[in-house]
Nanobody, 117 residues
Framework: VQLQASGGGLVQAGGSLRLSCAASGRTFSSYVMAWFRQAPGKEREHVADISWSGSITHYAGSVKGRFAISRDNAKNTVYLQMNSLNPEDTAVYYC???????????WGQGTQVTVSS
């Protein structure tokens, strides 16, 4: 599966963005999909993940209640709706997919999100 992330940009604190991750390949609908982020000088961290059916989601504590992950298997796309953004959310956001959350073998190229105060 090849992944292409998009939707990043510059937004003011309190604003919203929706990231998209388009996948190619027939295995997308069976994959766990996830979003990670990496801020300058920090390690990459898990943001959210979603089961193949979309029925199970998990979030990092720092984004719970503000971000929402979803997927459309008919469109081979996973989304990350980000609300109430703050400067600490500034990072490069990556989408990833694989047979399970511990075996994410496909990664997108990343999309930059910058939140100004």
């Amino acid at each position: 599966v090849q992944l292409q992330a998009s939707g990043g940009g510059l937004v003011q604190a309190g604003g919203s963005l929706r990231l998209s991750c388009a996948a190619s390949g027939r295995t997308f609908s069976s994959y766990v999909m996830a979003w990670f982020r990496q801020a300058p000088g920090k390690e990459r961290e898990h943001v959210a993940d979603i089961s193949w059916s979309g029925s199970i989601t998990h979030y990092a504590g720092s984004v719970k209640g503000r971000f929402a992950i979803s997927r459309d298997n008919a469109k081979n796309t996973v989304y990350l709706q980000m609300n109430s953004l703050n400067p600490e959310d500034t990072a490069v956001y990556y989408c990833a997919g694989g047979p399970s959350i511990v075996s994410l073998n496909s990664w997108g190229q990343g999309t930059q999100v910058t939140v100004s105060s």
